[in-house]
């Protein structure tokens, strides 16, 4: 299926722009969401302290409309929250539609990929570089006459004279800015909404749809180069199918597993482009959800399913031979009971010394 993709964030080079020009206390908070035909939508406020607004060169908030696609942004003005002045943008663009402009480089990227079971939704957004926070002076010093300042610092200079850094300013510097960036609403905040449920996020899930990135703009060092999520939705046409195929098979109990089972990514789900003609192994499909619904009496949910991705199960071209062989190996077994005796003489081997 078709990726919608978006355009760079123009907005966040204007923020580290701000940062060094108002002294770091600004904040950005960018809302995105995909919608299931691959729509896209997206809310951001910039805010600045008025008083550091006031101090500054220029207008902060009047550039954030810059780099965005004329025609899809709907401007609710400006206002004052508190000690902030912020300014908001709601954006909306159909499929294969960009929020923002060529000029701007490739951030953030949604995408979607159709499977025989769901449909799988992605969003990647690198991690804006931060800037060089370290103030220091370079080239020849001089003092506030103009004068060549090398013989009032001798001390500092380094051994040609061409650079002077001002000892301990870097460091109380960088504090003051994290004390800054670290006060209430300032920073940079990102969250997006994708449809279905995220499987996957290295951000906070702070919903079953939606993931939320906190960016700390003055570290030099980020820990993410970039956001990223994924979701996925049931094809419920096809799993409504396949469930009834189960029932006609007199296995009516396997349904709601097999809905869990799609939802843990445990199930052969491969990518498609005609999901509706697809021909499906409901006998196969059986089997699975019995290995499944086995190991997770014994080892639980989270060791299930990486035994189980490991083995292949969930794979795209999974054999229906080696399936059975699985499912006979998990049946002529006592999981339960081999891994409650495991664990039990090695409790008491180690607490009893033995």
């Known amino acids: 299926m078709a990726s919608t993709s978006t355009g760079r964030f123009v907005l966040i080079g204007v923020a580290l722009a701000a940062l060094v020009g108002v002294g770091g206390c600004i904040f950005i908070d960018a809302q995105f969401a995909l919608a299931p035909d691959g729509s896209t939508s997206a809310r951001l406020e910039a805010g600045v302290l008025k008083s550091m607004l006031e101090q500054g060169e220029g207008d902060f908030v009047a550039d954030i409309g810059e780099g965005l696609a004329p025609g899809r942004w709907q401007e609710l003005g400006d206002e004052d929250r508190g000690e902030w002045r912020v300014r908001t943008m709601v954006g909306q663009a159909g499929p294969g539609e960009a929020l923002f402009t060529e000029e701007a480089e490739a951030i953030p990227q949604f995408g979607m990929t159709g499977h025989l079971l769901s449909t799988a939704y992605t969003f990647t957004m690198p991690v804006p570089e931060g800037a060089d926070m370290q103030p220091q002076m370079t080239g020849e010093p001089h003092d506030d006459d103009g004068e060549d300042a090398e013989a009032e610092h001798d001390d500092g200079d380094d051994a040609e004279g061409h650079e002077v850094e001002f000892e301990g300013m870097d460091e109380a510097m960088g504090e003051m800015m994290a004390l800054m960036m670290s006060s209430g609403e300032a920073g940079l905040r990102f969250s997006v909404a994708l449809p279905g449920e995220i499987v996957e996020a290295n951000g906070e899930v702070v919903a079953p749809d939606r993931a939320a990135w906190a960016i700390d703009i003055v570290n030099p060092d ?133």
Do not use: C, H
């Not at 014994?298 to 083995?311: H, P, R, S």
């Open 222 to 354: 980020p820990d993410l180069t970039a956001l990223s999520a994924e979701s996925r939705l049931l094809n419920w046409p096809n799993v409504g199918r396949l469930g009834g195929e189960l029932v006609a098979m007199g296995r009516w109990e396997l349904v709601a597993p097999l809905i869990a089972a799609v939802r843990r990514g445990v199930v052969p789900d491969p990518v498609t482009e005609d999901p509706t003609g697809a021909d499906l192994n409901a006998e196969m499909y059986a089997q699975i959800i019995e290995i499944m619904m086995t190991l997770d009496v014994a080892v639980g949910e989270q060791i299930t399913d990486t035994v189980m991705q490991t083995l292949g199960l969930s794979g795209d071209d999974v054999d229906a031979g080696f399936v059975a062989e699985i499912a006979e190996r998990v049946k002529a077994r006592d999981l339960a009971a081999e891994i409650d005796g495991n664990v039990t003489d090695m409790l008491l081997g180690e607490l009893g010394g033995g």
